[in-house]
């Protein structure tokens, strides 16, 4: 069904608020947990605005019972660290991730793209919304039970990283970043990090099963999850086929049957593309731009990997170096 997208219903439920409850998408506990209240993000169209303000509105009832319940468990594992982290049910990371997508994507809707302009428009129209109608349906899992066969709607990499101190300022303990088109997003809490590929039936997973196997008892650098992040976000912007669902609702639980793709998944991948994706995603580190990063006709330069294919393992503090 139609979700109305207004400030006065519900951003998961849709329901009429009867009074003025908002849901913060960065959650209070993420927020104060890594000092974020009084940071900023910088939004699609330059805007930047606190952590703080980044807030949808919400009924009582998904936020005091279905988010609230899937805060404390993403809490306490994220307390617990990565060890902790990966016992997760995987479908909740992805609600939780997901919730957090969708609601910049539905904040945007109510945020001038020129703030010098009222009449030019909001940053995210209704029409630009309905590109994210699959994924409010599938948020719903937060409110109903839900089966997903044979596959899982997404994929998932979850990794252990490098924890700073407060005195190692060449880092952050947080780390985020997401796109748009391809729906996949990143994220570093801690010794945590994992990458969430929100809408590719799984094909990710399967497909790059083999190539992130190695990584899975290694530490990484902040820099290396980044450049994984590039890789899944370039390789889904070469995927061929939207994914396809079909919802069979009951009384008490949803059946999600998810459709994977067959025959010729992606497009052939471009190394002088993924390098041009790399150096925007690498846009904090100075010195790695295009050119210094892509060697024509086909090498790209890696913190990830050696020249062999073997993993690269950086030291804690290489900022210094790049």
């Known amino acids: ?96 991730a997901a919730k957090i997508l969708y609601g910049l994507f539905f904040k945007k809707l109510s945020l001038n793209i020129d703030r010098r302009d009222p009449m030019a428009g909001t940053i995210m129209s209704p029409e630009a919304m309905e590109k994210f109608h699959t994924l409010h349906m599938l948020l719903q899992g937060i409110r109903f039970p839900t089966q997903y066969i044979p596959v899982k709607p997404y994929s998932i990499f979850i990794f252990k990283m490098y924890e700073y101190k407060a005195e190692d300022w060449d880092e952050s303990n947080f780390n985020y970043f997401d796109s748009y088109f391809q729906t996949v997003y990143g994220m570093k809490m801690n010794d945590i990090g994992f990458i969430l590929c929100i809408e590719d ?18 530490t990484l650098h902040p820099i290396q999850l980044k450049e994984i992040y590039a890789k899944i976000n370039y390789k889904q912007f070469l995927a061929i086929y939207p994914p396809r669902y079909m919802t069979i609702e009951t009384d008490n639980e949803r059946v999600v049957h998810v459709t994977q793709p067959s025959g010729d998944v992606f497009e052939d991948w471009s190394q002088e593309l993924y390098a041009r994706g790399l150096a925007h995603i690498w846009s904090a580190y100075p010195h790695l731009r295009f050119e210094d990063i892509y060697f024509p006709p086909d090498q790209v330069m890696s913190y990830l990997n050696n020249e062999d294919g073997s993993f690269k393992q950086l030291p804690k503090h290489i900022i210094k170096k790049i």
Not at 58 to 76: A, F, M, P, R, Y
Not at 201 to 218: L, M, R
Request: hydrophobic content about 30%.
């Open 1 to 96: 069904m139609d979700m109305p997208l207004s400030p006065n219903h519900c951003f998961l439920c849709g329901d009429e608020l009867t009074n003025n409850t908002d849901e913060h998408i960065f959650p209070k506990w993420l927020q104060h947990k890594f000092n974020l209240w009084n940071q900023t993000i910088t939004l699609v169209n330059g805007t930047v605005i606190p952590y703080r303000m980044l807030k949808i509105p919400c009924c009582n009832t998904c936020n005091n019972e279905h988010l609230s319940q899937l805060e404390i468990e993403i809490s306490k594992a994220v307390d617990g660290g990565y060890g902790s982290f990966i016992q997760l049910d995987e479908d909740k990371i992805f609600y939780w």
């Open 201 to 218: 039936s799984g094909v990710q997973a399967e497909f790059g099963e083999n190539y992130f196997d190695k990584y899975k008892d290694k």
